[in-house]
T-cell receptor, first 108, second 119 residues
Framework: GQSLEQPSEVTAVEGAIVQINCTYQ??????LSWYQQHDGGAPTFLSY????GLEETGRFSSFLSRSDSYGYLLLQELQMKDSASYFC?????????FGKGTRLHILP | GAVVSQHPSRVICKSGTSVKIECRSL??????MFWYRQFPKQSLMLMAT?????????EQGVEKDKFLINHASLTLSTLTVTSAHPEDSSFYIC???????????????FGPGTRLTVL
C-alpha cells in the first residue's frame, strides 16, 4: 500500500521561510506533488517533482529525493494569504494518493 | 490552465434520497476521472477511479452500490450518492486527467468540489 507522513501543523511568521516535509512509502512511484487548500475550497496544484532535485516556482520551491523517499515544500517570504493546508501527494501507478495535510499558521 | 467544473457546488438533501454530482472537463478530454471525499479537517480520500466507457474501480471500503459512478463521455463523469445518510455529508471533489505524462508536469486537474449535507 501507500502511506505519506507530513506534520499536522506548522507555525511561522509573516515574511519568514517555512519548510514542510513529507516522507512516503509506495509502490510504483512516479512523482511527488504538492497542493494548497484554503478552508472551504478545493485543492490547487502547486508543484510536481518526478526527478531528484529542487524545482522553483516563484516563492514556492519543492524538493525530492527518491532514494530517501522524501520531499519538502519550501515557502519563502510568507504572506498571510499563505495560511492554508498543504498536502503532499504521491502519483503511484495510475492514481494520486494524498497525505493528511499540514496546516500552516502564519503570525503577523 | 485546464478547467474542471462540478455541479452543484452545494446540495442539501433529506436522508434516504439520492444525489447526483456532475464533473466536467471544460477544455480537454479526460481519459480518467477520480472522485475524492474529504471530511472536515481531514485529507482527501480517493473513492474511485473511472475510465471513459468502462466500470469504475473503487478503493477498498467504498461501497460501489452506494456511490454510483458513470463516465459516459470524455468530458463528463457523475457520482450518485444513493440513499444518502447524514454520515455521507462531506466535501466531494472530482479530478480529471489527460494522457499520462512522461515525468512531465502533473496533468491532473481538480474541480471546485461539492459540499453535500444530508439532514
Amino acid at each position: 500500500g501507500q502511506s505519506l507522513e507530513q506534520p499536522s501543523e506548522v507555525t511561522a511568521v509573516e515574511g519568514a521561510i517555512v519548510q514542510i516535509n513529507c516522507t512516503y512509502q509506495t509502490s510504483g512511484f512516479y512523482g511527488l506533488s504538492w497542493y494548497q487548500q484554503h478552508d472551504g475550497g478545493a485543492p490547487t496544484f502547486l508543484s510536481y517533482n518526478a526527478l531528484d532535485g529542487l524545482e522553483e516556482t516563484g516563492r514556492f520551491s519543492s524538493f525530492l529525493s527518491r532514494s530517501d523517499s522524501y520531499g519538502y515544500l519550501l515557502l519563502q517570504e510568507l504572506q498571510m494569504k499563505d495560511s492554508a493546508s498543504y498536502f503532499c501527494a504521491v502519483r503511484a501507478s495510475d492514481k494520486i494518493i494524498f497525505g493528511k495535510g499540514t496546516r500552516l499558521h502564519i503570525l503577523p | 490552465g485546464a478547467v474542471v467544473s462540478q455541479h452543484p457546488s452545494r446540495v442539501i438533501c433529506k436522508s434516504g434520497t439520492s444525489v447526483k454530482i456532475e464533473c466536467r472537463s471544460l477544455d480537454f478530454q479526460a481519459t480518467t476521472m477520480f472522485w475524492y471525499r474529504q471530511f472536515p479537517k481531514q485529507s482527501l480520500m480517493l473513492m474511485a477511479t473511472s475510465n471513459e466507457g468502462s466500470k469504475a474501480t473503487y478503493e477498498q471500503g467504498v461501497e460501489k452500490d452506494k456511490f454510483l459512478i458513470n463516465h459516459a463521455s470524455l468530458t463528463l463523469s457523475t457520482l450518485t450518492v444513493t440513499s444518502a445518510h447524514p454520515e455521507d455529508s462531506s466535501f466531494y471533489i472530482c479530478s480529471a486527467r489527460t494522457r499520462m505524462g512522461q515525468g512531465s508536469t502533473d496533468t491532473q486537474y481538480f474541480g471546485p468540489g461539492t459540499r453535500l449535507t444530508v439532514l
